[in-house]
Each structure stands twice: as C-alpha cells, then as structure tokens.
C-alpha cells in the first residue's frame, strides 16, 4: 500500500506558535506512515534542522510579487498529487483554497489560529473566508476563534467547522523532578512571546511601575522571543527603563532550550491582547507551571482564577498588577496545586497523539 501523500503549507519556517504546531504534526504523521512534505514562500528556516533529520522536503517559492509566487505555490499543489494538504494561518489557507479552482482531488483542511477581533468587524478579513467553502474542512484551534469565523459559515456550501486544540508532546513537555516553588528570595516568571505590540510588553512593564516597592523587590521576569519590530523593540527598551524596571524584567531573542526556561520558573505568564490558543499556555501547562493570562481565546474556560492560574484583562494595567500581586501572594501549597491540576488539564486537553488522531479522521473521513 502506497505511502498518502500530505502537504503542509505555511508562511514560513520561524519559531511562531503556528509553524511548532505544524512540525509537531508532521513528525506523528510521518509515525503514522505518511509521506509529508511543505511549502513556504518565506525564507525563515528555524525549524529546518528538524525537517532536514527526518528528511522531510521544504519547497520554498520566492518571489515578491505575490500574483507571480501564488501560480506558482498553485502548480506546486497541483501538480504534487497529494491525498491532503492542510495550511495554516489566513494567507496560506487563501492561496490553499484558490488553488482548488476549477476543481481538485484532494482533501483540504484550513486551520484558523487567530481570535483578533478584526476578523469580525473587516469586510475584507470576512469576505475571503466565503473561500472556505473550497475547503472539505475548517480547523480552529480555540472556540473563540471558531466563534469569529461562524457566522460566515452560513454562507458556505460545503466545509465542515470543527475545534482541535493545539497538540503537545506531553512526555517532552514534563515537570522537572523534584522543583521546588519559590526556592530563592524571587519568584521566577518567565514569557515566551515575539516582541511585538499585540503581545502587550508595555502592559506588563506599566502594570509593574504601579505595583508597591516590596512586591517588586519579590519578582524576577525573563521575556523570551523573537523580533518582528526592532523599532517597537528599542520603545519596549525606552520604556523598562524609563520606568527603572532592569532589575525586574530582562528581554531576550528566541531561545530554544524554552523547555528548560519553564522547567526552572515558578510560572509562566502571557498579556496579549488577543490569541488562537497559545502554545507557550499549553505547553507550561504541561510542565506542571501555574500561569497568569489575559482573558483570551478560550484561556477563560481552561484557567480557573485563584485555582490552576490567574487571569487578567490586557487593557488595564490595574487588572495586570493586581493578577501578579496575587501570584505574588500565593503559597508555595497553592503554586504545587496549580501546577499539578495544569498538567492533569494538558494531559487531557492537548496531548499529541489524540490530535493528531482528530486530524487523521478528517482525513481518513473523505
């Protein structure tokens, strides 16, 4: 029996939560006995290493005028004779979808991975999922995110609307034994998010400024991430220590040991203004951290206030402040109980063979 051929097509191969997922799907895939190849058209290569072991092919199309590189992503997808190909993220799953014209013989899976509010108030952002209907299958990975994209769906002829979670390899993502919560005279929090505004650095570093001096003497936050926008970077930069908060607070680029970065906090924490479900919740989660949210994506329902993790509205810096100031007051019973009710929620929630299984069946299904 012949190998299915699946085709993963993304914007790029960078170190965002979108492209981990991809590659933590294909390396169960390829398991599961698929021929996976991708197909990016913007030359990030962080994740190339791990493709490359596992002998995985990366077509990369480059060309800036984008009429130019979309014929030729399509007679690349065309022309590749895959049984499936599932795209992540808006673009993608545009140029996926017009590439099913006039008709295809593959099943096509788009996968929604972003609750920005826009989606619900742009014309544009609405009108061009009326394409999902070129699609067998409509993936979100949060309620929420499916919840801006349904009212669409009334529009649409053929695609199924379902939600998959992100996936998590629950066995590489694990408490470090024997840690103990607040082991020093600081609590350590750190942040795994790209350096750009959505993800609300000058929110938590304004939240910080307002909060009194003995709980600021009580915190130590690494942020770790990459760099979309070095001049939003150096305001980030201004900002810290305008306020005085070197002491507190430290930037980093992206580091790929992240897994040792949560092994060592006391928690891990996220301010964005807005999410699909983020990778770096599920996967401090998984390693047993309580965390501290803002109140996005289906965070809300997965994060019980003062039980598993604190949460937060990102517009006020007083809701930030005082969601630190009660992890901050939190015991070192109650930080062990949190952790250990997120690594039972990830176990259930996102571990990895079970989503990759609800993929397989979409597959499978047609």
Known sequence: MDMKKLLFVIDDLGSGGAQRQLINLSLIMIRKGYDISFLIYHPEYFWLPILDKHEIVVQ???????????????ALIRKGQYDSVISYLQTPNLISELATF????????VSERSSNPKISKSLALRSIRLLHSRADYVVANSHSNLNLVIPVKTWLRRADYSVIYNLIDTDYWYPKANFKFRSGDVLKLVVCASHQKLKNASGLLRALDLMPLEYKRRIKIDWYGGFRNENFFKETEDLMKSLELQEIVTFYGEERDILGKYQDADAVGLFSYYEGMPNVICEAMSCGKPVVVSEVSDLPDIISDGQNGFLCDPHSTESIKLALMKL??????????????????????FEQEKIANQYIELLENE
């Open 102 to 109: 006039p008709k295809k013989s593959w099943t096509l899976v």
């Open 60 to 74: 990369t199309v480059l060309n800036k005028n984008k009429i130019l590189r979309f014929f030729k992503m399509r």
């Open 328 to 349: 901050l007051d939190s015991s070192i019973e109650l930080l062990c109980k949190m952790g250990e009710l997120n690594r039972d929620l990830a176990l259930e929630l």
